[in-house]
């Protein structure tokens, strides 16, 4: 399996790196401080693959914190706000699309 530091990146508008945090397997996000964030509203926006692959590599880098990093598109409204970019992180950061059985 190939590294995710040796694929080639393609960023089509915002993007943000997120993993699973190691202790409890909580979906947690990248920050600009360099820690992970529960809140996708803290997590570092990046813009090109350059940018991309430097969070990528200081996140797979910190593998105590966090396990499996990856680049995920997000969207960010007028407001600022940040939001999963497709269904599979809005899956991820809210829980599942279907009412469960009691």
């Not at 350059?50 to 914190?65: I, N």
């Amino acid at each position: 399996m190939t590294s995710p530091l040796q694929q080639k990146l393609k960023i089509n508008g915002s993007s943000v790196v997120t993993a699973n945090r190691t202790w409890d397997g909580i979906v947690v996000y990248r920050t600009a401080a360099k820690g992970w964030s529960a809140d996708l509203a803290d997590a570092a926006i990046v813009r090109n693959s350059d940018e991309a692959k430097a969070l990528l590599a200081e996140a797979v880098a910190d593998d105590v914190g966090a396990i499996g990093p990856y680049i995920a598109p997000v969207q960010v409204d007028e407001a600022g706000k940040i939001l999963p970019g497709n269904l599979r992180e809005q899956i991820r950061r809210d829980g599942v699309t279907i009412d469960l059985p009691v």
